[in-house]
Structure formats: structure tokens, C-alpha cells
């Protein structure tokens, strides 16, 4: 039998968060939410099991059940949990560029902070509280900006999206440095090298031309800091935002 995506959205926002009949229970939705981030943020996605969380809390798996339906829905709550909390601007909008700015940077360390939220399936669109405030974060500005409607939408889909990928790209390498034991800065350097010796002028000319400037040399950067391809494109769909609507008004 189908799911009813009523309950989906109720299990988010705590409507169900406890069953309606019998004795008080001794357990609550946040606390099986709370463990199931906490065993994902230490131990990754694949040693999450309703078996594990119900272990790690003292209860029985079938208890579980009584609270949350299966291992995806636990998952979407604990990613619309670990989201809660976006720069938080009140007031007039006074620098619409410097608070995307900030929400990106924020999305990039909740990413950093719970990784596992990388690998779990997006299947719906933002519905929680937690994903809901990131988008109303971003919809403040951009709207102040001049974008208006589906305009709004794209655009916030768009940073969505290339946040998340450009952190699972980044994170992805950073693990790899790790489990080899190298530093980003040899590990720049050992593609760099790769990339002198295969990257062949006639067949690659744009990508020779780039090696041979230096556009693959160590930059110096440390694993913390926030991903310069990142911070370039959000700088350049911001200009084209503003180049857009300025357009748009004559």
C-alpha cells in the first residue's frame, strides 16, 4: 500500500511524534532523531539502522516503529533536523549579496558538520521546518534583490544544488587525502604533474594552456577553508542576478 504523504509531512513537523494510545512513553521522536544524527555524523550513513538506534537507546527495534515508519523516513527527519539553523538577518535587507553570501557559507558548514547529509536521496522538495527556514533565508534577499516568483525558485534550487554537489566533491577529495595519508597541497601537486605529462596540447589545447600558467600548482589552502570553485560561481550567478534584473528595469 502506498504511503500517505500526509503522514510524511506530519512525522517532520512533530504531528506524530508520539503514539496516541496507551501509557506515557518512555521515548520521543527528537531522541531517536538526535541519536540517529549523532551515530550518522560519527559513523557515516551505512551504520545507520533502526536495529542501531534502538540499541544505542536501550529500546527495542519494534519500539521504534511505534514512532517512525522505516530507516528513510528517520533519514529525512534527521536532514531537516540538521538543517535547522540559517544566518539569521532581520530588519530591511541591507546587503542582499552579503546575506546569500552567508547562507552559503552556513549550508556548507552544516554539510561539513553532519557529511552524511551528502549521501542521503533528496526524493521531495523542502516540506520540513528546518529545510523551510534555509529557503525563506534565501527567497529574503534575493527577492529584495528584483527576482521575482519562479525566478525565485530557480535560483535558490540552483545554489541548493550547487552547494551540495561542490561539497560532496570537495569533502569526497578530503576524505580520499586522508585514508592515503597525503597533504592537499601534494595532492594538488601530484595532479598537477599527472596533468604535465597526459594533457597533451593538440588533443587538450585549453587544458595545456591552463597547466602550463599554473592553474593546477598547490594552492596553499587548508581542507577548512570554503571551496574557491564555490565562492567564484556564487559570486558570478549573484552578478548575473543583479545584471538580469537591472536589465529587466531598463
Do not use: C, N
Not at 546575506?99 to 557529511?115: F, K, Q, S, T
Not at 529574503?140 to 534583490?145: E, F, G
Amino acid at each position: 500500500m502506498a504511503e500517505d504523504p500526509r503522514k510524511r509531512i506530519e512525522l517532520l513537523w512533530g504531528a506524530s511524534g508520539r503514539p496516541s494510545r496507551g501509557p506515557k512513553p518512555k521515548l520521543t521522536l527528537e531522541e531517536i532523531v538526535a541519536t540517529g544524527i549523532r551515530v550518522a555524523d560519527e559513523e557515516g550513513l551505512d551504520a545507520l539502522s533502526m536495529q542501531r538506534v534502538a540499541k544505542e537507546l536501550g529500546f527495542t527495534t519494534m519500539s521504534l516503529y511505534r514512532y517512525v515508519p522505516s530507516k528513510d523516513r528517520l533519514v529525512e527527519v534527521m536532514l531537516d533536523r540538521a538543517a535547522d539553523g540559517p544566518p539569521v538577518f532581520t530588519g530591511e535587507v541591507v546587503d542582499w549579496r552579503g546575506e546569500i553570501e552567508a547562507w552559503v557559507r552556513g549550508l556548507w558548514a552544516m554539510y561539513r558538520l553532519h557529511p552524511w547529509a551528502l549521501e542521503a536521496r533528496v526524493s521531495a522538495p523542502p516540506i520540513g521546518p528546518g529545510q523551510l527556514a534555509w529557503f525563506e533565508a534565501a527567497l529574503r534577499p534575493l527577492t529584495h534583490a528584483g527576482l521575482t516568483g519562479g525566478e525565485l525558485i530557480s535560483t535558490v534550487m540552483f545554489l541548493l544544488g550547487a552547494v551540495r554537489e561542490l561539497a560532496g566533491i570537495s569533502f569526497g577529495l578530503e576524505q580520499s587525502r586522508a585514508r592515503a595519508g597525503i597533504s592537499a597541497a601534494e595532492s594538488e601537486a601530484g595532479y598537477d604533474a599527472v596533468l604535465r605529462e597526459f594533457a597533451d596540447p593538440g588533443r587538450f589545447p585549453s587544458l595545456a594552456k591552463l597547466v602550463g600558467e599554473g592553474a593546477f600548482a598547490p594552492s596553499g589552502l587548508d581542507d577548512e577553508a570554503v571551496d574557491l570553485d564555490l565562492d567564484f560561481g556564487v559570486q558570478r550567478v549573484l552578478d548575473g542576478v543583479e545584471a538580469y534584473v537591472a536589465a529587466r528595469r531598463g
